[in-house]
């Protein structure tokens, strides 16, 4: 655990600039990628450089951009407001799965999970809708089982007093199904701390969490190749670019306000 805790200190870094250097690097075909998902009807936008890096491994990554679209349209008919650019990403994953599922049959499965969990408690936004993609990834299939798990440990999580945000719901739909358990121990209470004392997150509460669990979950994922691993966090490091994106934006309106 020493080693995940000395890691901590550059994954924020990490997180949120990989993606860039791929895109500026413009290695192992991204260009190409990127191009099949514009001529699939996908919009040129920093999300596309996600959705194209999550193609480089596809066999016919044409055949799975056009899919892609196909199920993003089917989740923007079901939620128009919600569904945007970001989705790119939920839906390229989904197009990869090596499943006999129609499209719409993976998007009914994605509206299950979106509607159970906003019955729990979990709010309508995008972060539900990334959270209702990851579960479909993962089943392919109504769990209600599942979705018990992730409750559970969302209100064990606010027993020991860890506020849950929308950041922090993909990660507990991922820690749910690789931990057996919804009993959280002291592993990730420790390095909740450690990422609370860190002074470069300490500002941010909800992040320090985000980043706590994130490492956690990928500390547990033992049952998961790497790329299983890789593929299902790539939710979890769009979200954290998307809120760190948006409270740059509010404070440089609130500053922009205040001269």
Not at 40 to 68: E, H, M, Q
Not at 102 to 108: F, H, P, R
Not at 151 to 165: P, Y
Not at 172 to 201: K, N, P, Q, W
């Amino acid at each position: 655990m020493a080693d995940l805790v000395f890691d901590s200190g550059r994954v924020v870094n990490d997180l949120l600039v990989n993606f860039q250097r791929v895109k500026n690097s413009g290695v192992m075909g991204i260009d190409k990628r990127i191009r099949f998902l514009v001529e699939s009807g996908f919009k040129r936008t920093n999300f596309t450089y996600f959705g194209a890096y999550l193609l480089l491994k596809a066999d016919k990554p044409r055949n799975v951009a056009d899919r892609a679209r196909d199920i993003y349209m089917a989740l923007r008919k079901q939620h128009p407001f919600l569904t945007g650019a970001e989705d790119v990403t939920s839906a390229v994953l989904m197009a990869q799965l090596e499943t006999s599922l129609s499209v719409e049959q993976l998007t009914e499965i994605n509206e299950y999970y979106f509607t159970e969990f906003n019955r729990a408690g979990f709010r309508r936004n995008d972060s539900l809708q990334f959270l209702a993609a990851t579960s479909t990834l993962i089943y392919m299939e109504r769990d209600a089982n599942y979705v018990k798990k992730v409750v559970h440990l969302a209100e064990e999580l606010e027993r020991a007093d860890v506020k849950i945000r929308p950041i922090h719901y993909v990660t507990l739909g991922i820690l749910a199904y690789v931990r057996e358990s919804t009993d959280l121990d002291a592993v990730f209470f420790d390095l909740l701390e450690a990422m609370r004392e860190d002074s470069g997150l300490r500002w941010n509460r909800e992040f320090y969490t985000a980043m706590a669990l994130s490492l956690y979950t990928e500390d547990q994922a033992r049952n998961m190749t790497k790329e299983q691993v890789e593929s299902l966090m790539v939710s979890v490091h769009v979200l954290i670019a998307i809120e760190r994106a948006a409270a740059a934006s509010a404070a440089a309106a609130s500053s922009g306000g205040g001269s």
